[in-house]
């Protein structure tokens, strides 16, 4: 029985200190996923031959990698438990097998089967050790929105505090980021970092960094499925909303456009009833939410001019930028320049420029501000090379009016050779193949050479580009990015304007 005891007890050390190892992995999976277990279990049944794997390797240039918060520290001490848990039990069946067998081997045999098998299946131990770790969490994140939600409330009765509320299917980081900039020629701007948007990110900024002399606070509201919205307005009390634009993004997960729309019209509904609501009238599915609001609207755009309060015209783009005057009923107009690329980006421009009136900016100031305005990392941004080479970045994300956003952009470069690096769009839900294949019509009619990063996934995009005539030989179809470097080394050439539209998220199965 010591014998047992001895080998069953060195087994358990050593697979526990792997399993400890090898669980860093799926707690980032997890943690891409938002914590949320039906989310996790899709992506464990999409990716297999990735979690099968005996050892997980570090991921490199991972878009988004592991945050060791303080919500994966108390995960990782939950699923130690767990895990320990599992092995004592391996190590219990092996000694009543000794005792009921009288056979060492046997016993040994088991427990190292049994062990073996519990490091082999850590991805999926890991969602136990999440729904054990919940109830706690749940307590802790209402003690944080109690926390935010209450100094809100306190600063915007007792200093003064306006809250400015962003949402949107995509803009609302870009938005964001411009409203800091046009709004601090003014005001004491309070912003939140990338894109923080969920109430646990909110109430961790409120809670630490939201200070009293700040006159503007400023929430990305960011929505997965119908009623976050709501849950976040609770917690910020906007009293300013805007509605950047909504589209077909995370189909998956809301199902229809109709959705998008109820959810996104939540940021409005919460607003109190002197509160203005702010919308991009250009989009055809923001454009019924604004006619039927009560309460006070500004629409922004830059068409139907005579229907909106804050318009763009004589517009100018270029490969350098972008020139245009803003004209605000009832204060006048004035010309503007900006660094940023794309019409796109005037419109986010001009939802900025509406904020801004509406919290007493000048027009001087509002134009001081443009000027000043970054782009925003990962958004059509353009990147210096040493290769005489002109990089656009935009891949933080891609959706239907972002791609083609971005083209409309590359068609600004004349007389330049085009190249484009995508994997396609993703996360469309049963829109998806239909969508990138649309894209690959219009890619066709732009660009020169286009390499497109996975075999499989861009199948649709494959098509669309023969499907208009283009030149096979000037497609290239490869497994990874860095593949694509290597053939973007091959025949690229001084010149050249490369636009990268799109990087997979971490957590997407890219076979």
């Not at 999926?124 to 729904?131: A, E, G, Q």
């Not at 517009?315 to 004209?327: A, C, M, P, Q, T």
């Not at 059509?380 to 083209?407: K, W, Y």
């Not at 995009?461 to 091959?490: C, D, H, M, W």
């Amino acid at each position: 029985m010591l014998k047992v005891i001895i080998l069953d007890f060195l087994i358990l050390c050593f697979f526990i200190y792997y399993s400890y190892i090898r669980s860093n992995y799926p707690i980032h999976m997890l943690q891409l996923e938002g914590y949320d277990n039906d989310e996790y279990k899709n992506f464990l049944n999409a990716n297999k031959n990735k979690i099968n794997k005996l050892v997980y390797k570090k991921e490199e240039n991972q878009k988004t990698p592991l945050v060791w918060t303080d919500r994966a520290k108390r995960l990782l001490k939950k699923h130690k438990q767990v895990n320990f848990v599992f092995f004592v039990v391996a190590v219990i069946i092996s000694l009543i097998i000794y005792n009921i067998s009288q056979n060492a081997l046997v016993a040994v045999l088991v427990c190292l089967v049994a062990s073996f098998l519990i490091y082999f299946f850590e991805a999926r131990v890991l969602l136990i050790s999440n729904k054990l770790a919940l109830p706690k969490e749940l307590e802790i994140n209402q003690g944080f929105f109690d926390s935010a939600q209450k100094k809100i409330k306190d600063y915007k009765k007792n200093y003064g505090l306006k809250v400015l509320g962003i949402t949107g299917s995509f803009g609302k980081t870009s938005v964001k980021f411009i409203s800091d900039t046009i709004l601090s020629e003014a005001l004491k701007v309070k912003n939140t970092p990338s894109s923080f948007n969920t109430p646990m990110g909110l109430s961790k900024i409120i809670n630490n960094e939201l200070e009293p002399d700040r006159e503007v606070f400023i929430a990305e509201l960011g929505a997965k499925v119908p009623g976050e919205i709501h849950e976040v307005s609770q917690l910020v009390q906007p009293d300013i909303g805007i509605i950047t634009a909504i589209g077909p993004t995370h189909m998956h997960l809301f199902k229809s456009i109709e959705n998008i729309q109820r959810t996104k019209y939540e940021l409005i509904e919460d607003l109190p009833q002197d509160g203005i609501a702010i919308f991009n009238y250009d989009n055809d599915y923001v454009k019924p939410l604004a006619d039927k609001t009560l309460k006070k609207t500004y629409r922004y755009g830059m068409e139907n001019i005579e229907k909106l309060d804050v318009y763009a015209d004589e517009i100018s783009v270029s490969e350098e930028g972008s020139k245009f005057r803003l004209n605000i009923k009832g204060e006048g107009n004035i010309m503007c320049q900006t660094k940023l690329l794309g019409k796109h980006n005037i419109s986010n421009l001009l939802a900025s420029a509406a904020a801004a009136h509406v919290l007493g900016l000048s027009l001087d100031e509002i134009a001081n501000g443009i000027k000043k305005v970054e782009p925003v990392e990962h958004r059509l941004s353009l990147m210096n090379t040493n290769n005489g080479t002109i990089v656009i970045d935009d891949a933080f994300n891609s959706n239907p009016v972002g791609f083609r956003a971005a083209l409309d952009v590359l068609c600004e470069f004349k007389d330049h050779r085009k190249i484009i690096i995508t994997p396609g769009m993703v996360e469309l839900g049963d829109i998806e193949v239909k969508e990138n294949e649309k894209i690959g019509h219009e890619m066709a009619k732009v660009v020169d050479f286009a390499i497109l990063v996975g075999k499989k996934r861009t199948e649709p995009i494959y098509r669309g580009l023969i499907a208009e005539g283009f030149n096979k030989e000037n497609i290239f179809p490869v497994s990874t990015l860095t593949e694509a470097t290597e053939v973007l080394a091959q025949i690229s050439k001084s010149g050249d304007v490369i636009l990268f539209e799109n990087d997979l998220p971490d957590n997407y199965n890219e076979e």
